[in-house]
T-cell receptor
Framework: EDQVTQSPEALRLQEGESSSLNCSYT??????LFWYRQDPGKGPEFLFT???AGEEKEKERLKATLTKKESFLHITAPKPEDSATYLC????????????FGPGTRLSVLP | EAQVTQNPRYLITVTGKKLTVTCSQN?????MSWYRQDPGLGLRQIYY???????DKGDVPEGYKVSRKEKRNFPLILESPSPNQTSLYFC???????????FGPGTRLTVT
């Protein structure tokens, strides 16, 4: 069974305190790994797509990396506006568009 | 403005009363999906569509129906809603099979 877990469940950081969020997956065939940000009361917002082990992508204070079993979302010098729930999703299957999402990491950045 | 819209945003209904949640996108996307989001369980895919008249089941399709008669619209139908379908529902669309998804604002459904 395809499975995605995320840790920690919740994380509180001081502004400027860098950290990493983890997404571990067990899937039969990975077509892509996606990171999304979700603010309270809103739909998820796309951040990154990673396709193969060793791939890295960056956007402002965020950097996503991928290995064969997990992905990390590194947050460098976070600001309060980075507070949100970060979701990891894997696309599986040989065709179509099946996605499995992790439960998310709720990040709070305190000023 | 490129967007995915859902209606209604909030709905309270009773067990067994058929309802439809509409979803529309203005980006000419091929792929569309429906998800439900529950505390502790995350987002779970209900159905997806690869094009007009082409739909397939996600992880939790029981109790739901969908149709894709036009490219821009992908309604979610609950023929006989039950309390366990109380949830937050999201519609999403994407240009290609392995592309980022654009999500709607969500529909909060309560079935009593």
């Amino acid at each position: 069974e395809d499975q995605v877990t995320q840790s920690p469940e919740a994380l509180r950081l001081q502004e400027g305190e860098s950290s990493s969020l983890n997404c571990s997956y067990t899937v039969s065939g990975l077509r892509g790994l996606f990171w999304y940000r979700q603010d309270p009361g809103k739909g998820p917002e796309f951040l990154f797509t990673l396709y193969s082990a060793g791939e890295e992508k960056e956007k402002e204070r965020l950097k996503a990396t991928l290995t064969k079993k997990e992905s990390f979302l590194h947050i460098t010098a976070p600001k309060p506006e980075d507070s949100a729930t970060y979701l990891c999703a894997v696309q599986v299957g040989n065709y179509g568009q099946n996605f499995v999402f992790g439960p998310g990491t709720r990040l709070s950045v305190l000023p | 403005e490129a967007q995915v819209t859902q209606n209604p945003r909030y709905l309270i209904t009773v067990t067994g009363k058929k309802l439809t949640v509409t979803c529309s996108q203005n980006m000419n996307h091929e792929y569309m999906s429906w998800y439900r989001q529950d505390p502790g369980l995350g987002l779970r895919q209900i159905y997806y569509s690869m094009n007009v008249e082409v739909t397939d089941k996600g992880d939790v399709p029981e109790g739901y129906k969908v149709s894709r008669k036009e490219k821009r619209n992908f309604p979610l139908i609950l023929e006989s809603p039950s309390p366990n379908q109380t949830s937050l529902y999201f519609c999403a669309s994407s240009l290609g099979a392995v592309s980022e998804q654009y999500f709607g604002p969500g529909t909060r459904l309560t079935v009593t």
